[in-house]
């Protein structure tokens, strides 16, 4: 299922980064809610719910990829 598939990558993605990343996983069912709620309550609910996360995050986008191990302490050409 999809969120299994998620909790997955979320897990893997732990792995990668080691035990000091602050990664953090916010639970929010988007399609339950808007069955439920309707779309303009669930995006309240939504912005509710991150009210209190964004302040204290930092927070940013992009791609992870993995790259080979080297062995010298110079940074690599990448």
């Known amino acids: 299922m999809l969120s299994e598939a998620f909790h997955e ?7 990668q980064l080691g035990s000091g990343a602050p990664l953090q ?12 709620l309707k779309e303009k309550e669930t995006v309240r609910c939504l912005w509710e719910h991150l ?18 191990q080297h062995s010298s302490a110079e940074p690599s050409d990448r």
């Open 25 to 36: 996983i916010i639970n929010f069912d988007w399609h339950g809610m808007m069955k439920d």
């Open 51 to 68: 009210q209190g996360l964004l302040p204290r995050s930092d927070l940013s986008s992009g791609t992870m990829e993995p790259v080979a």
């Open 9 to 15: 990558g979320a897990r893997h993605t732990r792995r």
